[in-house]
């Protein structure tokens, strides 16, 4: 009899979610693809759709109009002028527009830009600039390991609270989530900084917010200094691991841009702490439109479930649709969503170079079989696919005809692009664009080069795993 019964109400259940997921407004594949797990998969296809599969899109993280009233705060700081001037550009206008318009992401002027490759350079400068800091330090990190580097991080922060320096920390409830069980922050708690969790983890297998993590890394200095890119805070990107040395990209700014930074902080602040605070502060010292000798423009685009538009992916197709020579790509994980797939294969078929470089040893065996599966359709457009062995690639940079660059956290999967909380700078200089091309010529010496007939020559059963974790690319 309670079989019965429990046999009835499990099929109304799945029959509840099939409506769901048909009803949701994902694109075919990604709908396909959870289909197929709550279809084929009992019990554990719906545990993984409730944790991994909800639409976001409903999720409130801080109040509509609050959220909005730090959105609007960098406009303050923005130079109308080059503001103006970049939007009316036939070359960057394009791009800049449709960020301006979809993400209301205004163009910010930076007085300076330092692109960091290094780990060891990053944290050097990164722990030089917190030492220096004289009123406020804010910090957010997806991981900040309890290792020798995060210790040395927290200590250091904690000794600035104790001289009076205003210190704020956000963390991934998931990414940090070993810190936070053992008690790591408790130091600087104790020295008087703030320290919050996003999102805070209580029952890792039953939490149905353990979906959407907070992936950024930003750090703001004083109202003065920023710092944006792929790099966590952990030992192996001084001492490598398993895996080899961590290659990764990292930028520090100075100008008014910072103020864009410090609005993706305060969003992240804003979540963790759950209440509305006074903004014109956070602002008061930062630049307001200063004509700089030699500006650097950028915006800085942001997604995740109060987004109304997928900006980062609308970013990267319109990127790829502009290029008029050569397309540089560096992602640890490529996962693409249909529409930009569609675009790099389009860009090379009209013959645009485009070099995609990703690790030739990933972290994870079903994402990179999983990633393996796109290769064949971007070799077949003629894209050059490079495996770079010089250790694990996770850099996040896109260099456009060597006239601008798109980097930050983001990789180039669907949880990057669809479901994380994620920032990007679209930089138009072509100095830095420059700058990182000749640094991702110089990471060509560490890479093989892919062949479509080598690659056709795979065994049947590497194809059919790849084809079976494919089929999980929107959960990866």
């Not at 009992?42 to 976001?56: D, E, H, K, N, T």
């Not at 997604?303 to 290029?323: D, F």
């Not at 992602?331 to 930009?340: E, K, S, V």
């Not at 991702?440 to 020559?457: G, K, P």
């Amino acid at each position: 009899m309670w079989t019965i019964l429990l046999s009835i109400l499990y099929t109304l259940f799945v029959v509840g979610v099939v409506v769901v997921i048909l009803t949701g407004g994902d694109d075919i594949y990604r709908m396909f693809s959870w289909l197929m797990v709550v279809l084929f998969i009992p019990v554990v296809g719906i545990i993984l759709y409730l944790l991994f599969g909800r639409p976001a899109t409903t999720m409130e993280l801080i109040p509509k109009g609050f959220l909005e009233d730090i959105n609007r705060m960098p406009m303050q700081h923005a130079d109308t002028e080059l503001h103006e001037r970049l939007l009316e550009d036939s070359y960057y206008g394009s791009i800049a527009k449709l960020l301006y318009n979809s993400d209301d992401r205004t163009v910010l002027a930076a007085s300076s830009m330092e692109v960091l490759t290094v780990g060891k350079d990053k944290y050097q400068r990164l722990f030089e600039d917190i030492s220096a800091a004289e009123h406020e330090i804010h910090m957010m990190y997806y991981i900040i390991a309890s290792d020798e580097l995060g210790v040395k991080l927290r200590d250091l922060l904690a000794r600035k609270a104790r001289e009076g320096v205003k210190v704020r920390v956000v963390y991934d409830g998931l990414g940090s989530f070993w810190s936070d069980v053992k008690g790591f922050w408790r130091p600087l708690r104790r020295a008087g900084g703030q320290v919050y969790a996003f999102m805070p983890i209580r029952l890792p297998f039953f939490d149905l917010r353990i979906n959407y993590r907070n992936h950024r890394k930003v750090v703001v200095i004083d109202q003065r200094i920023g710092y944006l890119g792929g790099m966590n805070v952990a030992q192996y990107y001084t001492e490598g691991n398993e895996l080899g040395q961590w290659r990764d990209t990292h930028f520090r700014i100075e100008g008014s841009a910072v103020a864009g930074l410090q609005r993706v902080f305060l969003v992240d602040w804003a979540s963790a702490v759950h209440k509305r605070f006074d903004l014109e502060p956070f602002f008061a010292q930062i630049d307001r439109g200063a004509p700089y000798e030699s500006p650097i423009a950028m915006q800085f685009l942001t997604n995740g479930p109060q987004a109304h538009w997928q900006t980062l992916e609308q970013a990267l197709v319109k990127a790829c649709s502009i290029a008029h020579e050569e397309i540089l790509i560096q992602t640890p994980y490529f996962l693409p969503p249909a529409g930009l797939q569609l675009s790099l294969c389009s860009a090379a078929l009209r013959g645009v170079r485009v070099c995609l470089m990703i690790p030739a040893r990933g972290d994870s065996l079903l994402t990179q079989r999983a990633s393996d599966s796109y290769l064949t359709q971007l070799l077949q457009a003629g894209v050059e696919v490079r495996r770079y062995a010089g250790g694990f690639l996770h850099s996040k940079i896109l260099v456009v005809d060597r006239q601008f660059v798109g980097i930050g956290s983001a990789n180039m999967d669907f949880r990057s692009l669809e479901i994380n909380l994620e920032v990007m700078a679209f930089v138009y200089d072509e100095q830095k664009a420059r700058v990182l091309g000749k640094t991702f010529d110089e990471d060509l010496t560490a890479c093989y080069q892919l062949s479509l007939d080598e690659w056709s020559q795979r065994s049947l059963w590497r194809r059919i795993l790849e084809a079976i974790a494919r089929l999980f690319s929107p959960l990866l």
